[in-house]
């Protein structure tokens, strides 16, 4: 295989790659909006889940993709946790991507 | 009426005793030379798909591990890492996680103005039915 040909190879698998999580181009500013459901939990230092006890994550500044992919693990019912199951049924990945993006880029 | 306080304070204490995981985060550190790999010296992965660690809550960090080592939370790198961890491990590495990171930790999202309006503006309603 030529270097020419690999390279395209490559950059083929890498986009499709990179694109089968970041789908859709996420925005802050609309993040900002549809996360405020997030914030009655996510926004309390301290919060406490409820059988078992233990803080409520912490998310400002986690990973774009790491929370897409958390999102999309509640959404499809893969990752448990009764009430980030319901509150992730409802979005689409366009308020996913939003959301990540607002999330990530809190306090930078 | 004094047995009854006896027994509220243990159910108090029972609650709250997972919030005070208590690892030991020097311990932690040693344990932790593996983690680094993917979730950096200090818990601030660079790697988008390996979520950040630093300053997370250990309580958090300590149920995680926990459901990786019961199954119930699937990641078979993460089940793999934790597999023959001992609770106590992983008590640790929540704590020493938890307190990395200094200047560039993970932060709790500030609850927004419009959340407390909406909720005001439903008490109102239900209020006024009510009436």
């Known amino acids: 295989m030529s ?3 690999h390279a395209i190879l490559v950059a083929t698998v890498s986009f499709f790659l990179s694109s089968s999580i970041f789908a859709v181009e996420g925005d802050a500013n609309r993040g900002r909006i549809k996360a405020e459901t997030c914030l009655g939990c996510h926004g309390i230092a301290s919060y406490t889940n ?3 006890t233990y803080n409520v994550p912490k998310v400002g500044g986690q990973h774009e993709e790491y929370i897409i992919s958390a999102l999309q693990a509640y959404r499809a019912g893969s990752r448990p946790h009764g009430t980030m199951q319901a509150n992730a049924i409802s979005l689409t990945d366009q308020d996913i991507a939003d959301i990540a993006v ?3 880029t809190y306090g930078k | 009426m004094k047995s009854r306080f006896n ?3 243990s159910v108090m204490l029972l609650v709250s005793a997972p919030l ?15 983690c680094a790999g993917c979730h950096g010296q200090d818990g601030n992965s660079t790697i ?14 300590y149920q995680a591990l926990l ?3 019961n199954g119930e939370r699937q990641n078979p790198l993460m089940q793999g890492m934790v597999a ?6 992983l008590k640790d590495l929540a704590a020493w996680f938890s307190s990395q990171g200094a200047g560039n930790q993970l932060l709790v999202m500030p609850d927004s103005i419009s959340v407390s309006v909406s909720f005001k503006e439903t008490d109102c309603n239900l209020l006024k039915r009510s009436l």
């Open chain 2, 84 to 89: 023959n961890l001992t609770e106590d491990d």
């Open chain 1, 50 to 52: 409820a059988y078992p």
């Open chain 2, 20 to 34: 005070m995981a208590g690892g030991d985060p020097m311990k932690g550190k040693e344990k932790a030379a593996v």
């Open chain 1, 3 to 5: 270097k020419f040909s």
């Open chain 2, 48 to 61: 988008g798909a390996n979520p950040r660690l630093a300053g997370q809550y250990e309580s958090y960090l």
């Open chain 2, 7 to 9: 027994i509220a304070m």
């Open chain 2, 67 to 69: 459901q990786y080592k």
């Open chain 1, 102 to 104: 607002y999330f990530s």
